[in-house]
């Protein structure tokens, strides 16, 4: 198994721009969430979905947007990239209840935004 | 919403002494704490957890200890080695299905 998997590594844009950062899990979990890293600040949640077809908004959801067609794929859109937006983004996916809390997070996508 | 406090930010002890670090959260509800080691660059790595109906878990030189009533739990490393060095998080599961995180603590671990 790959566990979860997420491109690109690094991206670099310029404001306004937007782009899909992609993230998939092999593991048939229900659970998938994204979440930003920024110093000091932890790990935050921006959307999250319980299953295909079924999304939420987290703590910190502006500017992005997810959508879950299928269990494996879960993207992240940012619409209109902004310098606030620079972060270490996080994907991570898990079962559904019982022993399925622990999280399995991806290996991280590093954005700046100029 | 819930709110998941964590102290310290840093903290440096010497090879072999023990490290502990302590989270607190606000949201009685909240059933699910895990702890997370995460080494510079790489994601973070589950390395204990525990649910709200335990008081106390350990695997090897980590256990981690909650206290429902006070809405605390504390992760705890005896006999620290160099590779212990990391940021560790904590994190609460509330009944939304939401993880929050606590800020973090840096261990360094001096030889």
């Known amino acids: 198994n790959a566990g979860v998997t997420q491109t690109p590594k690094f991206q670099v844009l310029k404001t306004g721009q937007s782009m899909t950062l992609q993230c998939a899990q092999d593991?048939?979990?229900?659970?998938m969430s994204w979440y930003r890293q920024d110093p000091g600040m932890g790990l935050r949640l921006i959307h999250y979905s319980v299953g295909a077809g079924i999304t939420d908004q987290g703590e910190v959801p502006n500017g992005y947007n997810v959508s879950r067609s299928t269990t494996e794929d879960f993207p992240l859109r940012l619409l209109s990239a902004a310098p606030s937006q620079t972060s270490v983004y996080f994907c991570a996916s898990r079962a559904e209840g019982g022993r399925g809390n622990e999280q399995f997070f991806g290996p991280g996508t590093r954005l700046t935004v100029l | 919403g819930e709110n998941v406090e964590q102290h310290p930010s840093t903290l440096s002890v010497q090879e072999g002494d023990s490290a502990v670090i302590k989270c607190t959260y606000s949201d009685s509800a909240s059933n699910y704490f895990p702890w997370y080691k995460q080494e510079l660059g790489k994601r973070p790595q589950l390395i204990i957890d525990?649910?709200?109906?335990?008081g106390e878990k350990k695997d090897q030189r980590i256990a981690v200890t909650l206290n429902k009533t006070a809405k605390h739990f504390s992760l705890h490393i005896t006999e620290t080695q160099p590779e212990d060095s990391a940021v560790y998080f904590c994190?609460?599961?509330?009944?939304?299905?939401?993880?929050?995180f606590g800020t973090g603590t840096s261990l360094t671990v001096i030889p």
């Open positions: 994190a609460a599961l509330n009944t939304g299905n939401q993880f929050y």
């Open positions: 525990i649910r709200s109906n335990v």
């Open positions: 593991m048939n979990h229900e659970y």
